[in-house]
């Protein structure tokens, strides 16, 4: 059973710094990419980061340079650090793989950015 489960969220001031991990299982994570997702009140979800298999990154413009995707296949996590934080980055945050057609969510880690 694939399951993603996200943690590290909160509350951070304007400028600070915030960690968010996604615990995968069920499957073998080196074999997929993996991406975060986030979703602010009233938008649309919208991809924020993607970590290829080769470990090779993508960002969404308006947080590059600012965040930070990794992989540690070896513990079956993926990491999503956030720097410089924004009032504009105040969103559930969801970690993401599409494995066999099928594209798994987690549930969801609230991060607010306010002072």
């Known amino acids: 059973q694939v399951q993603l489960v996200e943690s590290g969220g909160g509350l951070v001031q304007p400028g600070g710094f915030l960690t968010l991990s996604c615990l995968t299982s069920?499957?073998?994570?080196?074999?997929?990419?993996a991406r975060w997702y986030r979703q602010a009140p009233w938008k649309y979800r919208e991809l924020v980061a993607t970590?290829?298999?080769?470990?090779?990154?993508d960002y969404e413009a308006s947080v590059k340079g600012r965040f930070t995707i990794t992989r540690d296949n070896a513990k079956n996590t993926v990491a999503l650090q956030m720097s410089s934080m924004k009032a504009e980055d105040t969103a559930v945050y969801y970690c993401?793989?599409?494995?066999?057609?099928?594209?798994?969510w987690g549930q969801g880690t609230q991060d607010t950015v306010s002072s």
């Open positions: 970590i290829s298999t080769s470990g090779s990154v």
């Open positions: 069920g499957f073998t994570l080196n074999a997929y990419a």
């Open positions: 993401s793989v599409i494995r066999r057609w099928t594209r798994y």
